[in-house]
C-alpha cells in the first residue's frame, strides 16, 4: 500500500490559488494603465503571463510606468469585496486546520494588501502567516518567501507542500527543497504552470487532502 510522507504545514500563493481575482485584477489594471499611460486597450493578457511576480518587477519586464502601482493598488483595495474565494477552499483550509497542518500564504502581493484582502474575504484567521513579497529580500521565483514562510511556521522543508498556479510559485518551491503543488483551478497558464514540472498536480482544493492525512490515532497526543 502506497503511503503518504507526514506533512507539518502548506504553503498557499494567494492570487489563482485561494481567491479568483484575475477579474477584478483586469478591472483594476485597466483603470490603473488608463489614468498613468493614457487611451488604448491594456495589456492584461501581457501582464497575466507574469503572475506570481512582485508588481513593480512586471511593470519593470512589461516596459510599463512604475506610477502605474499607485491606482493599481487603490483600485485593488476599493474592489477587493467583490474577489470570489475558490469553490471548497474554506472547507480545505478548516479540514487543513482539523488536522494540525499549520498554513502561510506567500505572495506576489505586497504583505499589507494580502492581509487587507484575506480578512475583506472572511479567511485570514485560518492562516499563521502571512509574507509579502516586499517583506523578503526577492521575490518569487527566488526561494526566499518559502524559506522565510518555514522559518515562521517552524518546519523543515520535507514536511511542507507549497500550493501556487504560476512557474515562479514552482521554481521559488523548487529552490527552497519544498514539494511543489500546480493549482490549476484557476491559473490563466496551465501549459506554462505544467511544463515548470510541479511535484503535484492538483484540479481542485480537495486533491490537497490526499497529499495531507489526518495524523495516526494519537498522533497529535
Do not use: N
Not at 516596459?63 to 493598488?73: A, C, I, R, S, T
Not at 467583490?82 to 502581493?109: H, N, S, W, Y
Amino acid at each position: 500500500m502506497t503511503t503518504v510522507a507526514p506533512r507539518s504545514a502548506v504553503i498557499f500563493d494567494l492570487d489563482g490559488v485561494l481567491v479568483d481575482s484575475h477579474e477584478v485584477m483586469g478591472r483594476a489594471f485597466a483603470a490603473a494603465y488608463a489614468e498613468v499611460v493614457g487611451d488604448g486597450p491594456a495589456p492584461f493578457a501581457e501582464y497575466q503571463r507574469y503572475q506570481g511576480l512582485y508588481f513593480p518587477e512586471i511593470m519593470r519586464i512589461m516596459g510599463l510606468p512604475p506610477g502605474m502601482e499607485e491606482p493599481f493598488v487603490r483600485e485593488s483595495y476599493r474592489l477587493a469585496d467583490q474577489v470570489p474565494v475558490i469553490d471548497g477552499m474554506v472547507d480545505l483550509l478548516e479540514t487543513l486546520r482539523a488536522r494540525g497542518l499549520g498554513l502561510a500564504v506567500a505572495t506576489g502581493k505586497a504583505g499589507v494588501r494580502a492581509r487587507s484582502l484575506l480578512e475583506t474575504l472572511g479567511i485570514l484567521k485560518y492562516f499563521d502567516h502571512v509574507i509579502g513579497s516586499d517583506e523578503v529580500a526577492r521575490p518569487k521565483p527566488a526561494p526566499d518567501i518559502v524559506l522565510r514562510a518555514l522559518g515562521l511556521l517552524g518546519v523543515r522543508a520535507e514536511e511542507v507542500i507549497m500550493v501556487g498556479d504560476a512557474p515562479a510559485d514552482v521554481r521559488s518551491a523548487r529552490g527552497a527543497a519544498v514539494t511543489s503543488a500546480a493549482a490549476t483551478w484557476a491559473t490563466v497558464d496551465e501549459a506554462g504552470l505544467l511544463d515548470a514540472g510541479p511535484d503535484l498536480v492538483l484540479a481542485s482544493p480537495a486533491e490537497l487532502l490526499a497529499w495531507c492525512p489526518p495524523p495516526p490515532v494519537g498522533g497529535l497526543g
